[in-house]
């Protein structure tokens, strides 16, 4: 190869590893917005879990305990269907 072949082709070399390069950054561009939404969904969850969780946890307390009174059962019933 002359000088000016070899030019040509460490241009082109060039290039191509550019465009890659440009590819990679804008790959990593979309990944970091959609990992962000990813980890609020996550939180939300994690979150409506824990609710449902302690409301639960009330009503297996509810049904096993030995309650002669129906309106301290109405009581946390409606103190249920208040919360979110």
Same mark, same amino acid.
């Given at each position: /190869? &002359? #000088? #000016? $072949? /070899?030019?040509? %082709?460490?241009? %082109?070399? =060039?290039?191509? %590893? #550019?465009?890659?390069? +440009?590819? !990679?950054?804008?790959?990593?561009? !979309?990944? +970091?917005? *959609? /990992? *962000? +939404?990813? &980890?609020?969904?996550?939180?939300? +969850? !994690?979150? $409506? ?5 302690? @409301?639960?946890? =009330?009503?297996? @307390?509810?049904?096993?305990? &030995? &309650?002669?009174?129906?309106? @301290?059962?109405? @009581?946390?019933?409606?103190?249920? !269907?208040?919360?979110?």
């Amino acid at each position: /190869m &002359n #000088g #000016g $072949e /070899m030019m040509v %082709v460490l241009i %082109v070399l =060039v290039a191509v %590893v #550019g465009k890659i390069i +440009q590819a !990679r950054y804008k790959a990593a561009d !979309r990944i +970091q917005p *959609q /990992m *962000q +939404q990813d &980890n609020a969904d996550a939180a939300r +969850q !994690r979150d $409506e879990i824990r609710v449902l969780k302690e @409301r639960i946890a =009330v009503l297996e @307390r509810l049904a096993t305990e &030995n &309650n002669d009174s129906g309106a @301290r059962l109405d @009581r946390e019933i409606e103190k249920l !269907r208040d919360r979110p």
